[in-house]
T-cell receptor, first 112, second 112 residues
């Protein structure tokens, strides 16, 4: 099956700085890559996703990049704010598949 | 719309006891999922249902059974609970495979 690795496991940044979280995957057939944000005690919620026919996608301060050749994708958060503090999970799956494989999560702390 | 709902929110069991976790969605989604979340392990798929009447094993199905009662409801049963099943359980649904998953609020289960 697919194996998704996520780094770093913890990340602290000053408010206003950028944060980058990286994930690698093993199955070259995977072609849908979502990112979920989970605040403490809450449910995971999708923040951005990308499909393999696209190299980059942006939504305001959040962007995701995908390198299919190297089998890795990254989440970029610019101008971080305290409310960005949460655990972020990447995932990978086949385009129409139901088997989502999640990374182990990155705990992001934004220091005011 | 309530989205995805789960009951109960908390549960404490003794080893060997059985219980059923309930999940319902009101978004007319075809696909439904059960995950467990353990510290440092991310979200791991237990079972999923791609459509009403079908269920399939995920990454960690041992010790669990599921029922897709109808399009709205997907239950998870622990027949003989073990301490290793202490976890937070999330139900999720999506329109179809390879699409955004919407998560329920979670059930925190402790097995003594």
């Amino acid at each position: 099956g697919e194996n998704v690795e996520q780094h770093p496991s913890t990340l602290s940044v000053q408010e206003g700085d950028s944060a980058v979280i990286k994930c690698t995957y093993s199955d070259s057939a995977s072609n849908y890559f979502p990112w979920y944000k989970q605040e403490l005690g809450k449910r995971p919620q999708l923040i951005i996703d990308i499909r393999s026919n696209v190299g980059e996608k942006k939504d305001q301060r959040i962007a995701v990049t995908l390198n299919k050749t190297a089998k890795h994708f990254s989440l970029h958060i610019t101008e971080t704010q305290p409310e960005d503090s949460a655990v972020y999970f990447c995932a990978a799956t086949l385009g129409t598949g139901n088997q989502f494989y999640f990374g182990t999560g990155t705990s992001l702390t934004v220091i005011p | 719309n309530a989205g995805v709902t789960q009951t109960p929110k908390f549960q404490v069991l003794k080893t060997g006891q059985s219980m059923t976790l309930q999940c319902a969605q009101d978004m007319n989604h075809n696909s439904m999922y059960w995950y467990r979340q353990d510290p440092g392990m991310g979200l791991r798929l237990i079972y999923y249902s791609a459509s009403e009447g079908t269920t399939d094993k995920g990454e960690v199905p041992n010790g669990y059974n599921v029922s897709r009662l109808n399009k709205r409801e997907f239950s998870l049963r622990l027949e003989s609970a073990a301490p290793s099943q202490t976890s937070v359980y999330f139900c999720a649904s999506s329109e179809d495979g390879g699409r955004e998953q919407f998560f329920g609020p979670g059930t925190r289960l402790t097995v003594l």
